[in-house]
């Protein structure tokens, strides 16, 4: 162990946030450590440097093979593990990487909405609709399709200043990769009729 692998919150010594990042990779599955990884950016328990000095000294540990693809995939902007998972579904699949959280903006410069992700490109974005997503949007005294209705208006307001199509994903989604893959395959890739 290296010096500063430990550190110590309210009294009890614990792994610091990198190295438990990494050994997360060392003993499960590439999609979950992804997960793990973009939270940790998310909510700035480490940084990519800190990830990556870590790595070093633990790169030849076993089982750490897959940790140089997820750190280059590991991006502090995914908000969720939704996110985390849509991404690996595109790298996964050989989809075209998408750019996350991408911002869009009105004629005067004004910000009128956050996209999970965007092909500018291909002229698609993708929204992750989780559960959780759409209670946290929940105002005081407003039911569910309130939040439905307000989300479609924000849909649609960024196709037409954007001229783009969107793509909808949920959980169920990502239970199958290759059809979603397809399915985000035949948005960036119109046959034209």
């Known amino acids: 162990m290296r010096a500063g692998d430990l550190m110590v919150v309210n009294g009890v010594p614990v792994m610091n946030p ?69 991404l690996w579904c595109c790298f996964q699949q050989r989809l075209p990487m998408p750019i996350p959280q991408f911002e869009v903006r009105d004629g005067s410069g004004r910000l009128v909405a956050r996209l999970d992700f965007a092909w500018p490109k291909h002229g698609v974005f993708l929204e992750f609709d989780g559960r959780v997503k759409y209670e946290k949007l929940l105002k005081e005294r407003e039911r569910a399709s309130d939040v439905v209705i307000r989300e479609k208006r924000r849909e649609e307001l960024v196709c037409r200043l954007t001229g783009w199509r969107c793509i909808r994903v949920t959980w169920a989604d990502l239970a199958n990769p290759r059809r979603l893959a397809a399915l985000i395959r035949e948005y960036l890739y119109p046959v034209a009729a």
């Open 18 to 86: 990198a190295r438990l990042a990494l050994e997360t990779i060392t003993l499960g599955r590439s999609e979950p450590s992804l997960c793990v990884l973009n939270h940790m950016l998310h909510h700035g328990f480490t940084t990519p440097e800190e990830l990556n000095i870590q790595y070093v000294s633990m790169e030849t540990w076993p089982d750490t093979l897959a940790a140089e693809v997820l750190l280059r995939l590991a991006d502090g902007r995914i908000e969720s593990a939704g996110e985390s998972r849509t």
